[in-house]
T-cell receptor, first 114, second 112 residues
Framework: ETGVTQTPRHLVMGMTNKKSLKCEQH?????MYWYKQSAKKPLELMFV???????ENNSVPSRFSPECPNSSHLFLHLHTLQPEDSALYLC?????????????FGPGTRLTVT | RKEVEQDPGPFNVPEGATVAFNCTYS??????FFWYRQDCRKEPKLLMS???SGNEDGRFTAQLNRASQYISLLIRDSKLSDSATYLC?????????????FGQGTTLQVKP
């Protein structure tokens, strides 16, 4: 149903592991976003990409490294995470990079750091 | 003060009831406003954008009050399927950069 897909849907990793989250949008949008949703907290914007260029890094620790090879794909590379990084990581896309552009979300990756 | 504030609820209402949620925002320069719906352990889904003049989509009505900096969502004739968390979303300032701020959400539980 959704035009934004994310893999994997669930991920358990140790603090010394390296893993990557993948997002793909099939909507022809030009902007993509990573959000973090921790339990009982609002969604927090992490990164914004517009036409493959990063336009926002919302003070995210360097253990999270985004990559946007083209307008349809977005990755989040993870390394040496902490248990407090366990959360739902959501990818979103919008037609353009603007405040009035409605954002559409993927199903998320539920990450557990052990 | 939080940038976007919502009463977390839960709001427990019977089927057929009318229920209203309010949301306040702190940045008077905000220009765009949305309501999203999020089901348990699922992604947020856009419910409706909120326009200055107010707008309606079936049983859902959204209103914006810029002077008081609040947004409301009214749901008429509640259905069991309306049970979800409703997220108030506001853009951050007037820079038109796609940076949205999400409220914590208001939980609605519609009972038979």
């Amino acid at each position: 149903e959704t035009g934004v897909t994310q893999t994997p849907r669930h991920l358990v990793m140790g603090m010394t592991n390296k893993k990557s989250l993948k997002c793909e949008q099939h909507l022809g949008h030009n902007a993509m976003y990573w959000y973090k949703q921790s339990a009982k907290k609002p969604l927090e914007l992490m990164f914004v990409y517009n036409f493959k260029e990063q336009t926002e890094n919302n003070s995210v620790p360097s253990r999270f490294s985004p990559e946007c090879p083209n307008s349809s794909h977005l990755f989040l590379h993870l390394h040496t995470l902490q248990p407090e990084d366990s959360a739902l990581y959501l990818c979103a896309s919008s037609q353009e990079w603007g405040d009035f552009d409605e954002q559409y979300f993927g199903p998320g990756t539920r990450l557990t750091v052990t | 003060r939080k940038e976007v504030e919502q009463d977390p609820g839960p709001f427990n209402v019977p089927e057929g009831a009318t229920v209203a949620f309010n949301c306040t925002y702190s940045n008077s320069a905000s220009q765009s406003f949305f309501w999203y719906r999020q089901d348990c352990r699922k992604e947020p889904k856009l419910l409706m954008s909120v326009y200055s003049s107010g707008n309606e989509d079936g049983r859902f009505t959204a209103q914006l009050n810029r002077a008081s900096q609040y947004i409301s969502l009214l749901i008429r004739d509640s259905k069991l399927s309306d049970s979800a968390t409703y997220l108030c979303v506001v853009n951050r300032g007037s820079s038109n950069t796609g940076k949205l701020i999400f409220g914590q959400g208001t939980t609605l539980q519609v009972k038979p």
